[in-house]
C-alpha cells in the first residue's frame, strides 16, 4: 500500500485511547484485561507519528478520577503505563510522564521520566499523562504564581497546545485532557474501540484535519 | 407533529451558533449581515428548551478573540448580542451575561445583567457569554485567590457544569467556550449553519445525548 500524503499536518496530537474495558467485554475477558491489549496499538501510532514527522504526540494514559475504579482495573491501567514507558525507552523519543506525583497512586516506577529525557535521536516528543488531573493541573497555577498568567503556570506547562485530538471509542468528549492545550484543538472520534486500531482510522483523522480551517477564534 | 420524547435530558445545554459569517457569503451578502440572522434560531431554541423543561441553556456569544475580526464584523455580532438579550427580557428567564467588562469590546448595554436578573416566572437559567474569554475566565481565578480551589473563583463560576454542547456550523472543536465547565461535556456537532437551524437538529442531539453513558472518569 502506498503511503498517504497529506497537504497539512498537525504539530500536535493528543490520543485519548477509549474502549479497552468494553473490548476486553466483547471478548469475553474481565474488564481489566483490556488494558494489555492497549500497549502495541500505541506503539503502532507512535510509529505512524514517527514516520509522517509529527513533533509530538500525547497519550492520555490514566486520570485521577480514572482511580475511583475497582482496584483489579486500576493496577492493570497503572501496569500499562509502566510497561508502555519501559518500552518506550528502547525507542527514539523526547518522552515526558506528566501527573501528580504526590499521589500514591503515581507509579513510582515512573518517576524518573517526570523531567524530560532524550532516547535514541529523540525526534519526536511523546507525553503520557499519568495519574493526571484536569483540576490539578489548574491548581498548580492557583497555588504556585509564579508568573503573570495562570496558563504560564500550569503543572503541565512543559506540553505544548494541541491541534488534533483524536479518541476511539465513540465518545465524543474531552474528560479533562489537558484543558488549556486544547482551547482550539480539532476533536475526531474514531468509532472503533482502541484495542482495535489500525493505521487507516488515524490517517482518515489526518485526512479529516488537512481540511480544517484554523482560525484561533480570528 | 408530535413531540419527541426523551428517557434522559440534559440538565445544561451550551449552544456554539457557528457559522453566520458562511451563511451569509452563500446568500451573497456581506459576511458580518450574517449575525442578524442568528437572532431568531436563538429564541427558537429558547422555546424549545422551555418546552422541554431544560433547565440551563448558555449561548456562545461572542469571544474576546473574536474581536480581532474586521470591525464590521465585530460591531455586528456585538449588536446581535444587546437585540437577543433586550428581547429575552420580555420573555421567561432567569439572565446572565457573562464576560470582561472591563474591555471596551464590552457592550455597554449589556453592564445591568452581568448579575443575575429575572424575567416573567424564571423558568430557564440563560446565560450570554459576551466578550467572554477563557484566559480572561481561567486569571479571574488565578488573580482573586479567595477559595481553596481555582475552579471556585473562575469568573464565570454563575455557570454550572454542561452535560451537553451542541455547534452548529460543521466544526467540531471547542473553541474556548467554557473549559471548566466542559470538562466531562458530551459534544454534538450539527452540519449545517447556525441561520439555518431547524429544531430537528436539537432534537436529534438530544436523542444521541440520551444514550450517552455518564461516568465522569468512573
Known sequence: ?????????????????????????????????????????????????????????????????????????????????????????????????????????FPKELLPYTTRKTYGKGSIKVNFLVNYGWKWDLNHAYNNKNSKHFNESIASIDISRIDLIVRWGNRRRLSGFLPVQSIYADFYVVDELWPDFKPEHFHQALHWYQDQDITLGG
Open 1 to 105: 500500500m502506498s503511503e498517504p500524503k497529506f497537504k497539512r499536518l498537525p504539530n500536535h496530537v493528543g490520543i485519548i485511547p477509549d474502549g479497552n474495558r468494553r473490548w476486553a467485554q466483547q471478548q469475553g475477558l474481565s474488564k481489566e484485561a483490556g488494558y494489555d491489549y492497549g500497549i502495541s496499538p500505541g506503539f503502532a501510532l507512535y510509529e505512524t507519528c514517527l514516520e509522517f514527522g509529527i513533533p509530538e504526540i500525547t497519550f492520555y494514559g490514566f486520570t485521577q478520577d480514572n482511580t475511583k475504579r475497582p482496584s483489579a482495573q486500576k493496577s492493570a491501567f497503572q501496569k500499562a503505563c509502566v510497561d508502555a514507558v519501559n518500552v518506550l525507552t528502547n525507542k527514539d523519543a523526547s518522552l515526558l510522564v506528566v501527573g501528580n506525583t504526590d499521589s500514591p497512586q
